[in-house]
């Protein structure tokens, strides 16, 4: 699979070793958008824990955190917190993303590339500052919560 072994290279980049954890992890964060039961791309703390668990008896609960952080760090993950806890999303090699989150419901969507080329063209404009990449979520209501 090109994109794990991608991800493995950048992991090895960063100096970090390439243990069966990492690897699982990575394996898992990447093939999470087939899983059943996952919201699309959407990995809760609970559902990684869970298949490490299963895939590693007995693995450190403290190891799989400190892992999670670090692919946050190297933005192979990101973090986006809703009103009903939090998820991750890969996010490595996307261009975009931006998600929408109602404080209401707490839908969350994924934002599209031509906002985020307007964005991107703003920044620019205004602040002469190119090649962004940007992570951002908007917290607002939905066009069903209304307000
Ligand atoms: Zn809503």
């Given at each position: 699979m090109k994109k794990h072994k991608d991800l493995l290279q950048v992991l090895k980049a960063n100096n970090m070793r390439i243990t069966p954890a990492r690897r699982f992890l990575l394996q898992f964060i990447l093939d999470s958008k087939k899983?059943?039961?996952?919201?699309?791309?959407q990995i809760t703390l609970k559902s990684i824990t869970r298949f490490m668990e299963k895939i590693l008896?007995?693995?450190?609960r403290s190891s799989i955190y400190r892992n999670i952080e670090a692919f946050k760090k190297l933005d192979i993950i990101q973090e986006i917190s809703l009103p009903s806890g939090s998820f991750f999303q890969y996010?490595?090699?996307?261009k975009v993303h931006h998600f929408y989150i109602c404080k209401s419901c707490g839908k969350a969507s994924v934002g599209n590339e031509k906002l985020f080329n307007k964005i991107e063209a703003a920044l620019k404009d205004i602040?002469?500052?190119?090649?962004a990449n940007l992570s951002i979520v908007f917290y607002g209501y939905c066009s069903k919560c209304g307000h």
């Open positions: 899983h059943a039961g996952i919201k699309t791309g008896p007995g693995v450190n996010v490595f090699d996307c602040h002469g500052f190119a090649k």
